[in-house]
């Protein structure tokens, strides 16, 4: 009997044994568990702090993002605003400065009206030598016809002949508005 107490304390002593490591393999394991789980824990809460940051990050940049794009447009509109102005201001010039040039023409016209024939043709010729033909052209188009015609007898041949053009193309160009 001594014997089979002493086989049965040799299973019991290696069954505890054998229970005493998988004991140790089983905390071993469920600590290792748990410090896997509690790492990956840690490791959410990092990301989901990182995913806040980013969040307030893109947040943050997207508002800046459109103010600069309000501002932007705000400064647009002023520049339209003021292109507009500024082209509303540059036809009134231009019709202002039309209205003298018509009324410059209009008194030179009268003046080379009153004046002698010869005393005009040279002018003309004079003009027209210096490379002025459009402006002598204006000032022969608002003249009285009858003195046109008496101006042109006294021009050189070739002035009379270039003015003779030019109005021959001005009366086409008005019969075709017409």
Known sequence: MNIFKVNILVIKGFSLYRIFYIFIFIGTFLF???ETSSSLTKQRIEVMELKKELNNFYNEKEKEYQQRKKDLENILAQIEKEKSSTQKLHD???EILKDIKQEVESKTAKIYNTMKAKNAADIFNQM????????VFDIMIKLKE???TQIMKFLSVSNASLITERLENYNVNNEKKE
Do not use: Q, T
């Open 146 to 148: 009858n003195n046109v």
């Open 32 to 34: 290792a568990a748990e």
């Open 92 to 94: 009134k010039n231009l």
């Open 128 to 135: 027209i030598g210096e490379g002025k033909i459009e402006d």
